[in-house]
């Protein structure tokens, strides 16, 4: 498999908090990866988020129960990540990249997968459940090599 000039590969690194997209200006051997389009931002931390007790609810009978406490920040890691990939699928039905290979934290797969459009789905060769966000980019394009090797 090549890519080059005729076939274009982006690689997305992805975490909650982060998301890298990468074109290949390389090639399968030796690959080098450029940004095409950085995003990140900031998660506060869980307790940041938190500010009062859990609510309380009654059944009706003088009974009361908590309810269940909404996580804010894994909404807010879990729409970054959503985001991203509606992002990736606008590209996709743009013609913009011809293969993908995925790199994210298990979490935010799982998260974005569901999300992939049909589109999107012919034009990835690889997902990776490891986060690669905050490795040089020396050390992705080992990765990528590889992946292209067994693609």
Known sequence: MTHGPHKTLWVLALDGEKALVF????DAEYPVLKPVDIDKQDVPQRQDLITDRPGRKSDGNQHYSAMDEVDAH?????????????????????????????????????????HYHDELKTRLIGE????????????????????????
């Open 23 to 26: 074109r290949n200006e390389g």
């Open 74 to 114: 894994d909404q807010m890691e879990r729409r970054f990540a959503e985001d991203a990939v509606e992002q990736l699928n606008e590209a996709a039905l743009k013609n913009e990249f011809d293969s993908l290979l995925i790199y994210a934290a298990s979490h935010s797969l799982g998260e974005i997968r569901p």
């Open 128 to 151: 990776f459940d490891i986060d690669v966000v905050n490795e040089p980019v020396d050390k992705l394009e080992k990765r990528v090599s590889k992946a292209l090797k067994h693609a």
